[in-house]
């Protein structure tokens, strides 16, 4: 699976939009692009996944670039509950492993 | 109803015992999985099962073992514990090998003295 790269942390005012980036620029054309966070002493929860196309569930909306090269996940009124790591995960759309990288320990301040 | 669950929640043990820690999924779901997040906070896939045979072994020491008496249960064994097995492991489900989405349980919090 291909590498990601995500900034360490970032904050965010609560109630504006969170923009998360991730870099994948080894990323194979059958590979999907995976979000999933982890709240603090909890296990990780799916957030989102796309191949091409943008994409946009309750929880967030993904941005893919063209090139596929990278992409951005959107939370777009981020709350106190946010707060969270937050992983982007490249895997094959055969593959049954999803490889965590270091994530992006996300801080919704009020 | 919880989704995936595990137990014990924390497990606080001696060097050298053996423990078990267990994991039940009710989605009805074929694949299950383990993974241990170390101190540093890495999640890293240790097994998965599908249908009850083992399809993913990463580089795991062979003191741990895991079971699934059916679909459902994945279970851990750890022989001869050490200091270095104290982390938190995660169980998780998906409906296939190639699901879309895995659901992790809480996590069993393992500490090794």
């Known amino acids: 699976d291909a590498k990601t790269t995500q900034p360490p942390s970032m904050d965010c005012a609560e109630g504006r939009a969170a923009n998360l980036p991730c870099n994948h620029s080894t990323i194979s054309g059958n590979e999907y692009v995976y979000w999933y966070r982890q709240i603090h002493s909890q296990g990780p929860q799916y957030i989102i996944h796309?191949?091409?196309n943008n994409e946009t569930n309750e929880m967030a909306s993904l941005i893919i670039t063209e090139d596929r090269k990278s992409s951005t996940l959107i939370l777009p009124h981020a709350t106190l509950r946010d707060t969270a790591v937050y992983y982007c995960i490249v895997r094959e759309p055969a593959g049954n492993k999803l490889t965590f990288g270091g994530g992006t320990r996300v801080l919704v301040k009020p | 109803d919880t989704a995936v669950s595990q137990t014990p929640k924390y497990l606080v043990t001696q060097m050298g015992n053996d423990k078990s820690i267990k994991c039940e999924q009710n989605?009805?779901?074929?694949?299950m999985y383990w993974y241990k997040q170390d101190s540093k906070k890495f999640l890293k896939i240790m097994f998965s099962y599908n249908n009850k045979e083992l399809i993913i072994n990463e580089t795991v020491p062979n003191r741990f073992s895991p079971k699934s008496p059916d679909k459902a249960h994945l279970n851990l064994h750890i022989n001869s514990l050490e200091l270095g097995d104290s982390a938190v492991y995660f169980c998780a489900s998906s409906q296939n090998p190639g699901g879309e989405t895995q659901y992790f349980g809480p996590g069993t919090r393992l500490l090794v003295l």
């Open positions: 796309g191949l091409k």
């Open positions: 989605l009805g779901h074929d694949t």
